[in-house]
């Protein structure tokens, strides 16, 4: 079993940085009311638990991927392309950082993760399937 961090992106970390910053100055400001600073809580929870909890693991030919709610698993042998450095839009992105990798798997299927080192997971993904077609574009 192989686990690897996912890469933490500025915007994210600038993101929850300033949610927390105004959820600090609604506790010490009485220009906000308590409900306001406790539905601040709400989105700063799940940011933090996101941000500790997104992860990548090779394990019994299975690449499991987890990122707060969003979690499964791809069979390594369905992967068909991966294209490293690149950041997808829209769909499914496990992810808190730009500069990643696209996974193509099965016909039409792709996932967006983003490792702390894209060459070492895709030299572990190569080990395992060595049919991957890595596309540097």
């Known amino acids: 079993m192989k686990k690897?961090?996912?890469k933490k992106g500025k915007l994210f970390q600038g993101l929850l940085g300033t949610i927390t910053g105004l959820f600090i100055?609604?506790?010490?400001?009485?220009?906000f009311t308590w409900p306001f600073s406790l539905l601040?809580?709400?989105?700063?929870?799940l940011m933090i638990w996101i941000y500790f909890n997104t992860y990548y693991v090779l394990q019994n030919?299975?690449?499991?991927y987890r990122?707060?709610?969003?979690?499964?698993?791809i069979?390594?042998?369905?992967?068909n392309e991966i294209h490293p450095d690149k950041?997808?839009?829209?769909?499914l992105k496990p992810a808190l950082a730009q500069k990643g990798i696209?996974?193509?798997?099965?016909?039409?299927?792709?996932i967006y993760i983003a490792p702390e080192n894209n060459e070492k997971f895709i030299e572990e993904l190569l080990k395992i399937n060595p049919s991957i077609l890595v596309n540097k574009l």
Do not use: M, R
């Open 4 to 6: 690897f961090q996912s």
């Open 25 to 31: 100055y609604s506790l010490i400001s009485d220009k």
């Open 40 to 45: 601040i809580l709400i989105p700063i929870s």
């Open 61 to 64: 030919n299975l690449l499991k």
């Open 67 to 73: 990122s707060g709610f969003l979690n499964g698993e």
């Open 75 to 79: 069979d390594i042998a369905k992967i």
């Open 87 to 91: 950041t997808l839009w829209y769909g």
């Open 102 to 110: 696209i996974i193509k798997y099965h016909k039409f299927d792709e």
